[in-house]
T-cell receptor, first 117, second 114 residues
Framework: AQTVTQSQPEMSVQEAETVTLSCTYDTSESNYYLFWYKQPPSRQMILVIRQEAYKQQNATENRFSVNFQKAAKSFSLKISDSQLGDTAMYFCAFMNPQGASGSRLTFGEGTQLTVNP | DAGVIQSPRHEVTEMGQEVTLRCKPISGHDYLFWYRQTMMRGLELLIYFNNNVPIDDSGMPEDRFSAKMPNASFSTLKIQPSEPRDSAVYFC????????????FGPGTRLTVL
């Protein structure tokens, strides 16, 4: 079974600065997908960014980018120019498209990010 | 698009009562997922459907839980009888295809069982 680990329960950053959230995962599969979701106080789960394992290029979405290290099974999220609205719980998630449970998202424990003014 | 719609947003009930949570997926999405979020267990998949058919229900905790999808635009998750340990946030999500496309989540239903 796949596991996802987020070793930083809480982090804080000053507005306009850069912060990196860590995520590691364990799998024997070679084809899979990785995601970062954010959950603000409103509780809504919002997709931040996704990465296909077969792509060597790291995904970027505006101020959000990932550092995908397939051999190390590491998938960190970098937030540049942090904004107050980035304050949220961030979840790393893994999806193996193969098999009967191919659509199951496996989530990490989450990292609570606070952006300070 | 309105996104995934869930109702109610909050539900408070007493132990032993039946609880029904509702979900409307994004139009055109063939896959629907039910997740539960608790402090102890985090986010976990309960069940998912493809074209209204349950595909994987291995995450359903016990027989007190049941889920149906009578048509492409509606699904229910029922707990009967409810227990305090069922208190959690229940999310519904949908995606266009399985194993490839992003799952989009609804706002969740916060269930409290007294």
């Amino acid at each position: 079974a796949q596991t996802v680990t987020q070793s930083q329960p809480e982090m804080s950053v000053q507005e306009a600065e850069t912060v990196t959230l860590s995520c590691t995962y364990d799998t024997s599969e070679s084809n899979y997908y990785l995601f970062w979701y954010k959950q603000p106080p409103s509780r809504q789960m919002i997709l931040v960014i996704r990465q296909e394992a077969y792509k060597q290029q790291n995904a970027t979405e505006n101020r959000f980018s990932v550092n995908f290290q397939k051999a190390a099974k590491s998938f960190s999220l970098k937030i540049s120019d942090s904004q107050l609205g980035d304050t949220a719980m961030y979840f790393c998630a893994f999806m193996n498209p193969q098999g009967a449970s191919g659509s199951r998202l496996t989530f990490g424990e989450g990292t609570q990010l606070t952006v300070n003014p | 698009d309105a996104g995934v719609i869930q109702s109610p947003r909050h539900e408070v009930t007493e132990m032993g009562q039946e609880v029904t949570l509702r979900c409307k997926p994004i139009s055109g999405h063939d896959y629907l997922f039910w997740y539960r979020q608790t402090m102890m267990r985090g986010l976990e998949l309960l069940i998912y459907f493809n074209n209204n058919v349950p595909i994987d229900d291995s995450g359903m905790p016990e027989d007190r839980f049941s889920a149906k999808m009578p048509n492409a635009s509606f699904s229910t998750l029922k707990i009967q009888p409810s227990e305090p340990r069922d208190s959690a946030v229940y999310f519904c999500a949908s995606s266009l295809r399985a194993g490839i496309d992003t799952q989009y989540f609804g706002p969740g239903t916060r269930l409290t069982v007294l």
